[in-house]
């Protein structure tokens, strides 16, 4: 079984370290890369083409659901699982607006992330929707 490739997106270093040190407990998800900002984002998942995005919301420049907006209009098979210290249904509802597969607050348990991420791989592409 190939492992699910992620990409993380946090512009917090050590919000990227302890995410990858948590998904690389899971033998079936592997992380290929990480970006800062939502527009490195961009790049790396056009070079990368990983399964899934863990894009932060709240990121200076280009928030996240403007990033996951972006991703989506250039062509991008990733799944974006958004991720966010606030947790209230108007950004829920954006997050999902933007193409988002799911929305996990970061004081949800690690093992809510780590079920989001191996649902949005199975999660319909608009275009699929329409």
Do not use: Q, W
């Amino acid at each position: 079984m190939k492992a699910i490739e992620i990409l993380l997106v946090d512009d917090i270093p050590a919000v990227r370290a302890g995410l990858r040190s948590l998904l690389t407990l899971e033998p079936d998800l592997m992380v290929v890369g990480e970006a800062a900002d939502g527009a490195s984002a961009i790049d790396a998942a056009r070079a990368l083409r990983p399964d899934v995005v863990v894009m932060d919301y709240g990121m200076p420049g280009m928030n996240g659901i403007e990033a996951t907006r972006a991703l989506k209009e250039t062509g991008s098979d990733a799944r974006v699982v958004m991720l966010s210290i606030r947790d209230d249904s108007t950004l829920k509802r954006a997050a999902a607006a933007a193409g988002a597969c799911s929305f996990i607050a970061k004081h949800e348990p690690s093992n809510r992330l780590i079920s989001a991420i191996r649902n949005a791989v199975t999660c319909p592409r608009e275009e699929d929707t329409s």
